[in-house]
Each structure stands twice: as structure tokens, then as C-alpha cells.
């Protein structure tokens, strides 16, 4: 096989699995503009007869959905600055003092990843309602946000600050500057994109957080569109319209936030961010 034979082979099951993967996010947008009769329909459409447009202004309307997507803007914006401001730090010196001690730590809190939310939900409930915490429920719920996504962001941000040469911080030194100076004037500014690209990231997944928010936030007011969303759910579900609706107002921010931002998220991810 030729090397261009081969090239269009593989450009071919890429698009292929891409349609695999993108066919769920078109069903979604194409159901919210379907009639119920259509949504229901044998053999299913591709695309409905008469799209249904004002199903959109609706479902924003009837259910609050500004207030869900300030809700959730709030919790992402706290866990990630959150998350920002200690796993630096974190990551840094993780990056700088390193031993065989320091990578097996490394290893065992990034095993509490694979821990689902739904089981540490409960240890975290309890601990916050005898602190109090929970009297404040979107804080609790940052809080949790912050300590299940911590070990990714130190991770990720640590490689980031391996990639920097410590020779410029060395002749910082030399030159006059403390070790924080260094920290910030050299080492911060080449590790800024890296540190963007995993903020982003736990961004993305505190936006669609649900389980804390579920379990810890009883008051409609203060809750997440995640939340939400789940409020369409029952035993007599039929309006999938309405739900699909209410989903693509929830995802196409943070799908648009991602398809602008891939080029720096992939160099970020694969590079350090360094050139």
C-alpha cells in the first residue's frame, strides 16, 4: 500500500469514527427543534419537516435557565480559582524537590482519581454538615470540587514546570532575585500557557458538575444547570424535546469555549506550553 493510499485510508476512519462520536451532540440539537409527533416517529428523521426554533426561548423562559447557567458560571469559576491559587504552589515545588518519596505520593493521591463522586459523596456530606459547611451550600460545593480535582490540575501543571530549564531560575538567583522573584518573573511566565490549558480544563468539568451539587445544594435558587436538567426526569418522561432544548443551551458555551481553544489546549497538553 502507497503512502498516500494509506494516508486517505486512515483520513477515512478518522472522519468515520469522528461521525461515530459527533452523531449523539447532532441528535440532541436536531430533537430540539422536532414536533412531538416527529420525536416519536418510525423509521426516525435526520431532520424535522418544520424545525421548531421558539422551543429554545421557551424552555429558557419557563425554566430559568439564566439563573442555572449563573449558578453553574459561579461553582466553576470558584473551584477553578480555587484550584488555581493552591495547585501552583503545589505543583511547583513538586516540580523542583523531587525524590522517589515525592513520586510515590504522587502516585497514590492520583490513584483517588479513579474514585467515583457518588462514593466519596457521602464521607464529604457528613464531615461538611459537622462543620457547618453545608449552611453555605455552593462554597461546600466548590470545596468538594476542589479537593476530587486538585490531584489532575498539580499533575498536569507540575509536568508544565518540569519542562521549564532550572538554569534560568539559577541565574535569576545569581542575578539578585529571591526564590519567589524567580518564581514569578521567570518561571510563571513561561509556565502561564500550560497553567491556562489545565484551568480550562477544570473549568470545563466543574461547569458540568452534578453529583455534589445534587446532594449538597437543596434550594432551587443556588442550583446548577446540571441540576436543572435533571429536574425534566420522571417516570412519565415525554417531553425529550424540551430536555435536548435545555441540554444545547447547557453544552454549546462550553463546546465553543473548547473548539476555540483546542489548538492551545493540545499544545498545552503535549508541549508544556514551551517552545
Known sequence: MSERTHNRVMLALAILLA?????????????????GSEMFATP?????AAPRWNTFAEVWQSRQM???????????????????????????????????????????????QVLPASLMVTPIFVGFSQLGVLDYPRLAVVVAIAAKSMPFFVILVRATFMAVPQELEEAALVDGNSRIGAFVNIVLPLARNGILVS??????????????????????????ASVGLNSFMGPNTNEWNNIMAF?????????????????????????????
Open 44 to 48: 426516525p428523521s435526520f431532520w424535522p
Open 247 to 275: 441540554a444545547t443551551i447547557y453544552v454549546t458555551p462550553i463546546l465553543a469555549v473548547f473548539v476555540l481553544l483546542q489548538r492551545r489546549i493540545v499544545s498545552g497538553l503535549t508541549s508544556g506550553a514551551l517552545k
Open 199 to 224: 484551568a480550562i480544563l477544570i473549568f470545563m468539568q466543574a461547569f458540568g458538575e452534578f453529583v455534589y451539587s445534587k446532594s449538597m445544594i437543596q434550594g432551587i435558587e443556588l442550583q446548577p
Open 66 to 112: 439564566g439563573r442555572f447557567l449563573w449558578n453553574s458560571l459561579v461553582i466553576a469559576i470558584g473551584a477553578t480559582t480555587l484550584i488555581a491559587v493552591l495547585g501552583v504552589g503545589c505543583a511547583y515545588v513538586l516540580a523542583r524537590y523531587r525524590n522517589v518519596w515525592v513520586d510515590i505520593g504522587l502516585f497514590l493521591v492520583l490513584m483517588l
Open 19 to 35: 461521525g461515530i462520536y459527533l452523531f449523539p451532540l447532532y441528535w440532541m440539537y436536531i430533537t430540539a427543534l422536532k414536533s
